[in-house]
């Protein structure tokens, strides 16, 4: 009985560390797509890899940050789980797996796209 007071104290104490964390990782992953994608829309007015480039590693951030919050709803909702908290993981859950899933196509559409450009590029030198 002690040792599952002490869980649900840790439970209680860690999940919002945790989610604190994950605002953290998508607030750093914003404020660095949004000067990176300034810099690129200035700097590049034909940069459209450079700018793929920086959406595609907003995403990453993105990614981080939800998979953070679903450890935390997973620890709330291991300690006292409701059908509210079951609900908020689901979607997280789902959420998360269609945003890694459309990043991973993006990733390998663009590397396809770099190498073809880059096979261009030897063709015509």
């Known amino acids: ?36 994608g300034i810099r690129v829309m200035l700097s ?31 620890i709330e909702t291991s300690v006292a789980p409701s059908w509210d908290d079951v609900g908020r993981l689901a979607a997280i859950a789902v959420i998360r797996t269609f945003l890694n899933f459309f990043l991973e196509r993006d990733q390998r559409e663009a590397r396809e796209l770099q190498q073809e450009s880059e096979a261009r590029k030897m063709a015509t030198s």
């Open 44 to 74: 590049h007015p034909d940069g459209h890899y450079a700018i793929r480039a920086v959406w595609m590693r907003h995403a990453r951030w993105l990614i981080a940050g939800l998979t953070f919050q679903l450890a935390a709803d997973i």
């Open 1 to 36: 009985m002690i040792l599952g007071q002490w869980l649900n104290q840790l439970a209680e104490v860690s999940a919002p560390i945790i989610d604190l964390l994950a605002l953290v990782l998508i607030l750093a992953g914003t404020l660095e797509a949004f000067v990176n």
